[in-house]
């Protein structure tokens, strides 16, 4: 038996980079011969090239990963569902949207660069109609904050979906599911249509 199974499966890079950027909190597993990690990092995606930007403090021990291979999972919106609330259903069940990714974890060091990441971030995560800006920060203080930062980008060597929205049921119990969804999860109801 093979998992996820081949409906879940989600190949199409443009539904995996809407959940990437509505869900930018990535979990990122790292290990090397002697230890291991995991944390949680915001990052923006460049999609044209694949690549995700982000920083993290200085003291986080992902640091000492630079170099390595890491695997990344991007938690999209999930739901119980129950055969009280869908008659389709003949047990409980879980829908969830996930992304997984995997590159190589590559330190930015050049301050310049840095500064086009930070802008790219804050292009991806500040409010359109009133932004916050680097110009605010005096440049002094800002390499200084740079410098207490690790900025990094990954190059998306793999990312696949598993997309589990109840496709082994009929498309009656799939539309009721989305109806119920409506009022309860609309997040997660847009991914039945």
């Known amino acids: ?32 011969e002697d230890q291991a990690h995991i944390c949680h990092i915001p990052v923006s995606i460049c999609k044209g090239a694949k690549t995700l930007f982000g920083h993290a403090t200085g003291t986080n021990p ?8 890491v695997d990344i999972v991007f ?7 129950s055969p009280n609330q869908v008659e389709g259903l003949s047990l409980p069940t879980w829908d969830y949207v996930t992304v997984q990714g995997q590159g190589k974890l590559i330190s930015i060091e050049d301050y310049g660069k840095q500064l086009e990441v930070m802008g790219h971030i804050l292009q991806a995560f500040e409010d359109k109609r009133n932004p916050w800006q680097l110009t605010a920060v005096p440049e002094k203080r800002l390499k200084s904050m740079c410098k207490s930062l690790l900025f990094f980008e990954i190059q998306l060597e ?25 009022n309860t999860n609309p997040e997660m109801r847009s991914y039945y249509e």
């Open 1 to 32: 038996m093979k998992y996820p199974f081949k409906e879940y499966v989600q190949q199409q890079d443009s539904a995996l980079f809407d959940v990437i950027e509505r869900f930018p909190l990535a979990t990122f597993f790292c290990k090397s």
């Open 62 to 69: 992902i640091k000492h990963f630079v170099g390595t291979t």
């Open 75 to 81: 938690r999209g919106p999930d739901t119980y569902l």
């Open 158 to 182: 793999a990312l696949s979906g598993n997309f589990k929205l109840s496709q082994n049921k009929t498309a009656e119990t799939r539309a009721d599911i989305a109806d119920l969804l409506s």
